[in-house]
């Protein structure tokens, strides 16, 4: 296979992200695409490069994945993830955690170290256990921004959450591609704000919350969940480049097709297996930034790219 230029291409999540969070997730994408691609630089992983994006994502607050994520009705803490890789699609997916800092490692773990490819709930905290991975409180999972949009959709008395009352936090995810045209997907959330106890959504779903296979391409999804996993969303997006489309035009098409064929809002970032970039969503915002050589490009408004020079 011929050489490819490798690219790491991040995300924040799609969602009506206020003005004054603009600033915040810009600045968190861009921090994310750099060690992301510093990552894939200096190891040649893929792996290793979308987990150490996607845990930049899950330290910050304003992103609503590990700490930051936001809250079930009952007010606790439900995150999930999912890995995998385009050579021989190995995957790994968890759902469920309530007390793991960083869901995507042990989605990682998952494909790694055990024979299965999906583990949830307290099994899977038992498992993280013996892995030794960091285990931290509920407490410290919580922000004040998450508690507070609870409480506002509780006012609300809103039965139906939905990505827009998610306030300004998002989904977090990653795609990249080295030299050689392997490529990788990981993708890490807390829900949605208000969801019932033991809700699963799309994020831990493969080909829904994100897919890689090496002879088409990469994804990873955001949006309202239950639309995207009813859609197939990141299997769409891969299913339309097999078909001719390039990354753009197939992103643009799919999410678009979601929305209208079932309601509700998404967006993906996407990579071919020759490193060609699609951004797309139909959500009034997505965060989104990545690196190829010494050039970072981002964006969060619709038709927004910034480029600047890393130095
Ligand atoms: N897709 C996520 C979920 O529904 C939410 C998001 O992407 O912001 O759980």
Known sequence: ?????????????????????????LDGVRQAAKEGY??????????????????????????????????????????????????????????????????????????????????GGEAAEEFAKKMGVPFVTQDFLKTKAAEKALAEFKKKGALNPTLTEIGGVGTVGCVAIDSNGHTASATSTGGINGKYRGRIGDTPLLGCGGYADDTIGTVSTTGHGESIMRYNLAQRILNAMTHGKNPQEAVDQETAAMTARVGKDAGAIV?????????????????????????????????????????
């Not at 893929?46 to 930051?68: I, P, Q, T």
């Not at 020759?274 to 009034?284: A, L, M, Q, R």
């Open 1 to 25: 296979m011929s050489s490819v230029q490798p690219i790491l291409l991040v995300h924040g999540g799609a969602g009506n992200v206020p003005d004054c969070n603009v600033q915040n997730k």
């Open 38 to 119: 510093r990552i894939l630089k200096e190891t040649g992983s893929v792996l290793d490069s979308v987990v150490a994006a996607v845990k930049v994502m899950e330290d910050l607050e304003g992103f609503n994945a590990g700490r930051g994520s936001v809250l079930t009705i009952d007010g606790t803490i439900e995150m999930e993830a999912q890995i995998i890789e385009g050579k021989n699609m190995n995957a790994g997916c968890v759902t469920l955690l309530s007390h793991i800092q960083y869901p995507v490692e042990l989605a990682r773990l998952v494909m790694e170290k055990t024979p299965h490819t999906f583990l």
């Open 271 to 311: 990579l071919s297996n020759k490193g060609e970039v699609g951004v797309g969503f139909t959500s009034y915002r997505m965060s989104w930034a990545y690196q190829v050589g010494d050039e970072l490009h981002y964006g969060i408004d619709k038709g927004q790219k910034l480029v600047d020079k890393i130095s």
